[in-house]
Each structure stands twice: as structure tokens, then as C-alpha cells.
T-cell receptor, first 112, second 115 residues
Framework: GDSVTQMEGPVTLSEEAFLTINCTYTATGYPSLFWYVQYPGEGLQLLLKATKADDKGSNKGFEATYRKETTSFHLEKGSVQVSDSAVYFCALPRHGNNRLAFGKGNQVVVIP | DAGVTQSPTHLIKTRGQQVTLRCSPISGHKSVSWYQQVLGQGPQFIFQYYEKEERGRGNFPDRFSARQFPNYSSELNVNALLLGDSALYLC??????????????FGPGTRLTVL
């Protein structure tokens, strides 16, 4: 079935560094793609989304471009802050947006 | 406006017991979905309910069941608990049954520990 794969392992970086988290997808057709963020002790929040190929989603300085050629939706931020420390999940819908398939997530730790 | 609320926040049970988790969606939202998030993994879809009917079920055993009430709140029940059921259980609500613009809003979750 449709699924997403995220790069392995946590990401630790210094404040103001550039962040990239890789996400690739496997799907029949071109589903919407999402990035969710989970701050410590909280539920998931939608960070950004793209609904069709070549779309760029953006929010809070984060960006991700839906690339059908490479079946990817990598998350980027040019200058991270300590407050960006969280777990980031890539996701796509199965049978509608109410049934999301998530990647394993990436813990991001930003050091002052 | 209140977001999605879940109760209890934390729960400790022993193997073989039964547990009920509760979720109140955002006012006006008619769809509720449940997810299980094992430590270190992404959430896994369990159920979706819309207008009190089950609209989808993930790959979970029959020990897992759910229902939705007329006020659109929902309960997730798990019988005969196993150690592997220890997880964060997330509830998400949305307006309708899943259109491209139908964003899901997640609650803070219930942390279940099975000893």
C-alpha cells in the first residue's frame, strides 16, 4: 500500500544551521503529502502540506516541495532555532485524509 | 476554542485488563480517527468514525473496538491488554470524511502503560 519512508536517526544541529529531513513516498497516483510536528508532551500539529506535484508547502520558515520525479517531499529550514526541537513526521493519506500513513519520524535537537 | 481533548492523560494497566480511552473532538467536527504511536515509531491508524459509523479500520486485532456518540465524542476500548499495547493513543478530529482540504487536528494523546 501507499507509504512514506523517512531517513533514519535523530538529527542534532546548532542554532541557525540548515535543516534537511528526507522523505520519500511510494504511491499509486499522486496523493497529498504532509509534514507533521510533535513538540514534547503534545499531540501532532500539521506543519505544511502539498496537494499536487510541484507544489511547495511552507510554514514557519519550513518548506517542502512535492517532487514526483524523485518521489520525494524533503523538509528544509534555512536557519533553525532551539524552539524547532521536536519530532517531525512525513505522512500521506490512504482512502482519504482521515487515514494517514506516517513515517517513523525524526527527532530534531537544536543546540544553542 | 477548545482543541481535541483526550482523557485520561496517563494510564497504567496490567496484562489481561481492559481499558477505555475517551476523546472529545473540536466543536463542529463529525469525524474522529484513532492512532496508536509506539515509542520511537510513527502513529498507526486504528479506526475512523463518522456520524457514529465506522468508516475505516487499520490492521489491528479484534481486541480493539471503538464507538462514536451522538455528540461526536468517541471511545476506544482495548480488551485483554498485552505488553505490546503500551503506546501513546492519539485521537484526531476533522470536519468531514476526508477531502483534500480536510485537515485532521490531533489531541495530546493518552499514554497507556501495560505492566
Amino acid at each position: 500500500g501507499d507509504s512514506v519512508t523517512q531517513m533514519e536517526g535523530p538529527v542534532t544541529l546548532s542554532e541557525e544551521a540548515f535543516l534537511t529531513i528526507n522523505c520519500t513516498y511510494t504511491a499509486t497516483g499522486y496523493p497529498s503529502l504532509f509534514w507533521y510536528v510533535q513538540y514534547p508532551g503534545e499531540g501532532l500539529q500539521l506543519l505544511l502540506k502539498a496537494t499536487k506535484a510541484d507544489d511547495k508547502g511552507s510554514n514557519k520558515g519550513f518548506e517542502a516541495t512535492y517532487r514526483k520525479e524523485t518521489t520525494s517531499f524533503h523538509l528544509e529550514k534555512g536557519s533553525v532555532q532551539v524552539s524547532d526541537s521536536a519530532v517531525y513526521f512525513c505522512a500521506l493519506p490512504r482512502h482519504g485524509n482521515n487515514r494517514l500513513a506516517f513515517g517513523k519520524g525524526n527527532q530534531v535537537v537544536v543546540i544553542p | 476554542d477548545a482543541g481535541v481533548t483526550q482523557s485520561p492523560t496517563h494510564l497504567i494497566k496490567t496484562r489481561g485488563q481492559q481499558v477505555t480511552l475517551r476523546c472529545s473532538p473540536i466543536s463542529g467536527h463529525k469525524s474522529v480517527s484513532w492512532y496508536q504511536q509506539v515509542l520511537g515509531q510513527g502513529p498507526q491508524f486504528i479506526f475512523q468514525y463518522y456520524e457514529k459509523e465506522e468508516r475505516g479500520r487499520g490492521n489491528f486485532p479484534d481486541r480493539f473496538s471503538a464507538r462514536q456518540f451522538p455528540n461526536y465524542s468517541s471511545e476506544l476500548n482495548v480488551n485483554a491488554l498485552l505488553l505490546g499495547d503500551s503506546a501513546l493513543y492519539l485521537c484526531a478530529s476533522s470536519l468531514a470524511t476526508g477531502t483534500l482540504s480536510d485537515e485532521q487536528f490531533f489531541g495530546p494523546g493518552t499514554r497507556l502503560t501495560v505492566l
